[in-house]
């Protein structure tokens, strides 16, 4: 068996002649093709407006920014995800807040937002976490009964959904990573989509120098334009992102039925949910043959990728860490420690996905 790498982006022929045709145009920078992938992206997500990016974490600084967000301000955020969550918020000098996350979604946990609430909150920045929704309902109710910002970050879960509504359409704006890994991307890439006007045209500004019309410029902005030839790749991926969702399900579902060993615990998906696998994790317990690191050294000697989402929580990274006595998130610290990705990326076929599963399983 080759080996199988943790992940792999899925390019074809199409692409190639998309982006190709860009370049033979002449015309690179935002343009034609950044409209279209815009709207093309609103209307997937069920929302009026989307704005393109040049990355994920552009587009949470540019929607932290455009919510109003600054000097002052706390922005709750979940412990347990990737960095650019929570300084997105520090970029635009305010204060992340870390909430824990639930033990069995991984998600941010609605009864720790609660409790963080403070009269300097002004939003909260929930994460679809590797391609799951957070409880969205429950996070909207306590944003709107304390007068929040909800933005969501749907940087893992381009077609998740809750309760049929797609990620991107439940918070004030929802922001998107096309990076090479994600579900579908544009090598780097972002986007953010909103219901909300005002929001939009903010974010217009924001990402081209603050120019309202050409070298007039009404505020501080920044370049974080998309280009075109990054929208034509974009616009084709997107057609195919609903088949890449679907085989993506399809793998993960093959492992919760096949994976049977003590101590492996498969990722719990909660009702109304439609998760869209941008990572497959699992947990391991003490009750599993091996530790995490031996697990993943014999799974790369038979051929298999595996990687840790994330090994350090981000209350405990360097840049935010404190002296907390007792841990503000337990639930993520642990999830640092005992978590591991499997290979579900859409060009898995059946016989790797069963390959892994066989080999994970007669581990002793
Ligand atoms: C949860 C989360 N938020 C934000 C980002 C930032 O996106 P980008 O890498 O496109 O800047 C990522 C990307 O890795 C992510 O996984």
């Known amino acids: 068996m080759e080996h199988i790498p943790i992940a792999r982006p899925a390019i074809g022929q199409d692409e190639i002649s998309a982006v190709t045709a860009v370049l033979e145009s002449g015309m690179l920078a935002a343009g034609e093709r950044v409209a279209e992938f815009e709207q093309a992206f609103a209307d ?6 989307a704005v393109a990016i040049n990355n994920g974490t552009a587009a949470l600084h540019a929607a932290l920014l455009a919510a109003e967000v600054g000097p002052g301000d706390e922005v709750i955020v979940p412990s347990f995800s990737f960095i650019a969550t929570a300084s997105a918020v520090s970029m635009c000098g305010a204060k992340p807040v870390f909430a824990d996350v639930d033990e069995n979604t991984f998600t941010i946990s609605p009864g720790q937002v609660a409790e963080r609430i403070t009269s300097k909150t002004k939003a909260v920045l929930g994460v679809h976490l590797f ?59 972002g986007m953010v989509t909103t219901r909300d006007r005002q929001s939009a045209e903010r974010l ?25 030839m990054a929208a034509a790749l974009g616009l084709v991926q997107l057609k195919k992102l609903d088949k890449f969702n679907m085989r993506r399900r399809k793998n993960a579902g093959y492992y919760d039925t096949h994976l049977s060993v003590k101590g492996l615990i498969t990722p719990f998906v909660a009702p109304g949910m439609q998760h869209v696998y941008h990572q497959y994790v699992i947990r ?16 790369s000697s038979k051929g298999i990728g595996s990687a840790v989402h994330y090994p350090t929580p981000i209350h405990r990274q360097p840049l935010y860490f404190q002296e907390y006595d007792p841990d503000p998130c337990p639930v993520s610290t642990r999830l640092a420690s005992s ?7 859409p060009l898995l076929d059946q016989k790797e996905v069963a390959y892994i599963c066989d080999t994970i399983n007669t581990v002793s």
């Open 44 to 49: 997937y997500c069920g929302s009026s407006y």
């Open 131 to 189: 391609g799951q929704p957070f409880d969205v309902r429950a996070v909207q109710e306590i944003c709107e009964s304390k007068n929040l910002v909800l933005i969501e970050d749907a940087a893992q879960a381009h077609g998740a959904a809750c309760n049929g509504e797609k990620t991107g359409s439940f918070g004030r704006m929802g922001c998107f990573s096309f990076y090479a890994t994600k579900n579908m991307t544009t090598g780097e890439g």
């Open 204 to 228: 217009r500004l924001i990402i081209s120098h603050g120019q309202s019309e050409k070298y007039h410029h009404t505020r501080l902005g920044y370049n974080y334009r998309m280009t075109d």
């Open 284 to 299: 391991l317990t003490d009750e599993f043959p091996l530790n995490r690191m031996g697990l993943m050294k014999y799974l």
């Open 339 to 345: 978590v591991l990705s499997l290979p579900v990326h």
